[in-house]
């Protein structure tokens, strides 16, 4: 199947830091990819969409200042979370689609933020 | 607004049995479902996947879709501990169009 990397898969920084995430495709080239962020018990909520060479799409709410994201490749993407502070700590999971028939989309690992 | 709306649960059933976990959409331009499961504190992870009326069956697992009542299902044969996790329904409108995710079914496998 298709595997998508993320990395680091959790990181603690201090509240005022900035923190890249980066997302990988590992056996394809993903035409989108896209960033999640999910708090405890809660759903999946759709930080931004992006796809290779152009601006990233945010959903309403989500701040483009905030959360830099940068699609250089078919097989990278990285979301920067600026001056983090301690409610932006959450569960941040990318995807990517393109593998497949149905452009089902395949998640990463996710990574675990702690803003102190 | 496109939605996909799931009960959260939690859907309890014991070893052996089927469970049946259901999803409804509201765009009737949807064309393609997905199943994801996700353990807690992990990512989701794809089950399956179906466009056309009917039951599809992969193994345990079965995705039934009926777009005239807008509605897709997911039945899971011979239930096990192991199976308890965070279901989660989707629906994508094709193209470039953005997938919507359901909250989620929480489904716990009773020994």
């Known amino acids: 199947g298709a595997v998508v990397s993320q990395h680091p898969s959790w990181v603690i920084c201090k509240s005022g830091t900035s923190v890249k995430i980066e997302c990988r495709s590992l056996d394809f080239q993903a035409t989108t990819m896209f960033w999640y962020r999910q708090f405890p018990k809660q759903s999946l909520m759709l930080m931004a969409t992006?796809?290779?060479?152009?601006?990233?799409?945010?959903e309403q709410g989500v701040e483009k200042d905030k959360f830099l994201i940068n699609h250089a490749s078919l097989t990278l993407s990285t979301l920067t979370v600026t001056s983090a502070h301690p409610e932006d700590s959450s569960f941040y999971i990318c995807s990517a689609s393109g593998a497949g028939s149905a452009n089902e989309q395949f998640f990463g690992p996710g990574t675990r933020l702690t803003v102190l | 607004q496109k939605e996909v709306e799931q009960n959260s649960g939690p859907l309890s059933v014991p070893e052996g049995a089927i469970a049946s976990l259901n999803c409804t959409y509201s765009d009737r331009g949807s064309q393609s479902f997905f199943w994801y499961r996700q353990y807690s504190g992990k990512s989701p992870e794809l089950i399956m996947f179906i466009y056309s009326n009917g039951d599809k069956e992969d193994g345990r697992f079965t995705a039934q879709l009926n777009k005239a009542s807008q509605y897709v299902s997911l039945l899971i044969r011979d239930s096990q501990p192991s199976d308890s996790a965070t279901y989660l329904c989707?629906?994508?409108?094709?193209?470039?169009?953005?997938?919507?995710f359901g909250i989620g079914t929480k489904l716990q496998v009773i020994p």
């Open positions: 992006s796809n290779e060479g152009s601006k990233a799409t945010y």
């Open positions: 989707a629906g994508h409108s094709g193209g470039y169009q953005k997938v919507t």
